[in-house]
């Protein structure tokens, strides 16, 4: 059986990336889950120290490790990436790709422990350093609104967990428990290698099966199942007080369009219209033409067939740019957009994704994300599709398109 | 056209280099298979540079703070319509800054390169400057200006360096004030961008899968359509800045949930460029990893203390006429940070940095510039800011090989001296010390 190493063999970076993917189901444990990349990456059975582990790295002519947690579909994703020097740029006779392969077994499943438990002050130190990660993001009042606006339209959805888990569940997390769930989470789970650079294939593929071997048990199977058809009856409102300068307004619309769909080509086309560009009609009409706000943008939640309108604005200004954003779905749907219009968005989605082959650790993220979707098109291929996508096609997509829910955060003690 | 070529096979580059009449240095570093190219387009002109005499003037002149970004930003109105249009139209991606020592443009594309180098070089060239569209400028940056002073990271670096320094320039914020924005006329804008935005004063850098050639003539030919003063020698007038620091510690209060702090060290061996400079500059590098790097036995202890966070680092920043060291982050305590800080430093000033940890250093930083060449961005952002310094930029890897511990040893004594030392901290509204 092939295991889902995925190999990028190219000259033309310095470097090798290698990244590991495990994809772990967020609805149960979704704060230890979150958690195990931190702890994994402060020591193994043989460097049992950051310290020791990290200067291990710096000698392999400095290895850089990270590791990451996102969310994609129900699942979170947790990211182990080790990027090293390629051989020619290497003193002659040394090589990296063995060691560095060796190390992220042991990181992944070889792990610093004490008997059957995490050292209790890695635990804690790192369950602090995920509590600074959610409290920046509740601090940061865009990121904050956006998880907010999802967190509310998939209220009783896996989908509406916030991806680095949950700042109540710390307290009750310890060394013992992680290490029980660590055991029945690593290996158990989907996982993907995705590697890029100056590498041979058949050389990966062995070192891959030797390290890492165990981790890929499980079946391969897709990951990122189309979105349901949810029809939405009403729409939701929530406005939240907090004490802050700037409103974020945030507008979830579902589409029902997901990455497996027929029309998944003319519904990027029609985010590209609608805002996921400067010169989109959300940025043209909200921030250049009326000034209501220095961004406003759409944002895809690509496996789930939504996305959201989102801008920062003045507390007063919550009718008129609502009423705004609103008139832009309504002319998309109308086919209020014009031959200009699709080609800058053609031309800027063709920089976008033409430009992911020169930067490693993008191009494997969309191919990672792209394969478990059930698309497997290089972005060559995507670029072609997109500019064949007719007016016809968004106008179709356009309407499909409903509002489902509106985010609103405001000011303290503030009439809207 | 030829010009020179220079190769550095230990990293397998090539950097194609030319001068163009009336003066321009161009650099092409081509990047065999890469889709996108990254061009900038850069003058030696920035937010330090208020008082100088301009070619064939006599007298220095002095003119209002925050110029160079004005400048920045008036020189994408362009008489009909805007440059970041144009450059949308042909799908690419257009951006600037501005720095203490220089302004750049620049553009990545993935399509019609050279029809973008076009518009990149034309809209630099030129300047159009109205009344009206100056103060519609003036408000935007009025904004920016403002949206700075509520972000923490940047109080923190401003109050440590208006600490740091006496009276250099590189003590004021780079887009200036509202006050000094407000005193920028037309006529300013144009005085000052006659004086700096010549050819001579430039540079043009690319970094893709482009023919250095092709590059070449395609510029040198829309230079030659275009007319250009004199140009000559720019005197730029620095104040001088004494040995000493302004003051060792600053405090300031913002909304936000934890502590930050940056101790700064000021540099007092200036006026260096070139390779002079690189070495220094790779000595520093070496040492801030030996020293706090994530290798570095202290890291550890900060890190278990909760002292510091994932977001700690350090850096060295050195130009010809200003350098020093700044290091801190997010932390609990900033006075314990600093102290301990301070206590390693002494230490490690009387032991020397050991060979192992000059080693892991070494070896981390070579790992970091090779990644860094990777990106077409980030090479043609580096040629551009090395070039305003006389550096050859691939010349780092044969310098940090032949770097030798004893370097290292030698700038920790001169540059971590704590008596040219400063600590700037940001509290949440409500602590203090």
């Known amino acids: 059986m092939t295991m889902p190493v995925f190999v990028f063999p190219t000259p033309r970076f310095k470097t090798v990336l290698v990244k590991l993917f495990l994809h772990v189901p967020i609805e149960h444990k979704p704060t230890e889950n979150a958690l195990l990349p931190y702890v994994l990456r402060r020591g193994t059975a043989t460097y049992p120290t950051t310290l020791a582990l990290t200067r291990r790295l710096y000698e392999l002519y400095g290895a850089e490790l990270q590791t990451a947690v996102r969310k994609i579909g129900d699942y979170q994703t947790l990211e182990f990436a080790l990027e090293f020097p390629a051989d020619p740029y290497l003193p002659k006779g040394h090589s990296v790709i063995h060691d560095a392969f060796q190390i992220l077994g042991e990181i992944l499943m070889k792990p610093r422990l004490e008997g059957e438990s995490f050292p209790a002050d890695t635990v804690s130190q790192e369950k602090e350093t995920l509590r600074k990660e959610i409290e920046g993001v509740i601090n940061d009042k865009i990121k904050y609104s956006l998880e907010r606006c999802v967190a509310e339209m998939f209220k009783d959805e896996p989908f509406g967990i916030f991806p680095l888990g949950r700042l109540a569940d710390l307290p009750y997390i310890n060394g013992r428990g992680l290490c029980e769930h660590y055991r029945r989470t690593v290996g158990r789970h989907q996982a993907d290698l995705y590697v890029i650079g100056h590498v041979r294939e058949e050389e990966v593929q062995e070192l891959a099966r030797e390290h890492l071997g165990p981790l890929f048990a499980e079946p391969w199977k897709p990951l990122f199942i189309a979105p349901s058809a949810k029809s939405t009856q009403q729409v939701s409102e929530v406005v939240e007080h907090q004490d802050v300068n700037q409103g974020k307004l945030v507008m979830g619309y579902r589409s029902g369009i997901g990455y497996g769909d027929e029309e998944y080509f003319a519904y990027l086309m029609y985010l590209g219209l609608l805002g996921a560009f400067p010169h989109s009609k959300l940025f043209a009409n909200v921030r250049e033409k009326e000034n209501l706000a220095y961004f406003a943008y759409t944002r895809p939640l690509r496996t789930k067939g939504v996305f959201l309108a989102y801008a920062g604005i003045d507390f007063a200004k919550y009718e008129k740019t609502r009423c705004l954003i609103e008139q832009q779905v309504a002319d998309m749907a109308e086919g209020k957009f014009g031959e200009e219009l699709m080609d800058l968005t053609r031309k800027a989605y063709a920089n976008e994704l033409l430009s992911l082959a020169d930067h490693p650790a993008r191009y494997l993220n969309s191919r990672m994300e792209g394969a478990r979707a059930g698309r497997r098109e290089e972005p060559a291929e995507i670029v072609e599709k997109l500019n064949n996508v007719t007016r016809e096609q968004i106008i179709e997509v356009a309407k499909r398109v409903h509002l489902d829910t509106v985010y609103f955060l405001t000011g303290k003690e503030v009439r809207r | ?433």
């Open chain 2, 1 to 433: 056209m030829t010009g020179k070529v220079l190769q550095y096979p230990e990293i397998g580059e090539i950097l194609h280099t030319a001068v163009l009449p009336p003066g321009l240095p161009v650099l092409v570093n081509r990047k065999p298979g890469y889709r996108e190219t990254h061009a900038v387009f850069g003058v030696k002109y920035g937010s330090i540079d208020s008082t100088f005499i301009p070619p064939g003037g006599k007298e220095p002149i002095t003119v209002p703070d925050g110029i160079a970004h004005f400048l920045e930003h008036q020189l994408f109105e362009e008489e009909r319509g805007n440059a970041f249009e144009r450059f949308a139209k042909l799908g690419a991606n257009s951006n600037a800054f501005t720095s203490f020592v220089s302004t750049n443009y620049l553009f990545t594309a993935t399509d019609h390169f050279f029809d973008n180098l076009s518009i990149l070089v034309d809209f630099v060239l030129t300047p159009y400057f109205t009344e009206k569209n100056v103060a519609e400028e003036r408000g935007i940056i009025e904004q920016e200006i403002r949206m700075y002073e509520d972000s923490p990271e940047w109080r923190v670096y401003f109050n440590l360096l208006a600490s740091l320094y006496v009276r250099n320039p590189v003590r004021l914020d780079i887009a200036g004030t509202v006050e000094s924005i407000a005193r920028i006329t037309p006529k300013l804008l144009y005085d000052c961008y006659h004086a700096f935005y010549h050819p001579a004063n430039m540079v043009l850098t690319v970094a893709g899968d482009v023919d250095p050639e092709r590059v070449f003539e395609h510029v040198a030919e829309q230079l030659a359509q275009k007319k250009f003063n004199p140009g000559g020698k720019i005197e730029r007038v620095y104040p001088e800045e004494p040995e000493n620091i302004n003051r060792p510690y600053i405090e300031d209060h913002l909304t936000i949930s934890r502590p930050i702090t940056l101790l700064g060290f000021k540099d007092r061996k200036v006026g260096l460029t070139g390779e002079e400079l690189l070495r220094r500059e790779l000595a520093v590098e070496v040492l801030l990893e030996a020293l706090v790097g994530k290798s570095s036995a202290l890291y550890e202890e900060l890190y278990a203390e909760n002292l510091i966070g994932d977001d700690f680092s350090a850096q060295y920043d050195g130009e010809e006429s200003f350098a020093h060291v700044l290091l801190g982050g997010e932390t609990t305590d900033p006075h314990r940070l600093a102290e301990r800080l301070r206590q390693e430093i002494d230490k490690v000033r009387r032991t020397g940095v050991g060979q192992e940890q000059f080693e892991w250093a070494r070896r981390k930083l070579f790992g970091d510039l090779l990644h860094q060449l990777n990106s077409p961005e980030r090479v043609g952002n580096l040629l551009a800011h090395d070039h305003y310094r006389g550096v050859d930029s691939f010349a780092r890897f044969a310098l940090l090989r032949e770097l030798l511990p004893s370097a290292v040893d030698e700038v920790l004594h001169e540059v971590l001296n704590p008596e040219f030392s400063s600590v700037s901290v940001i509290y949440p509204k409500g602590e203090g010390a």
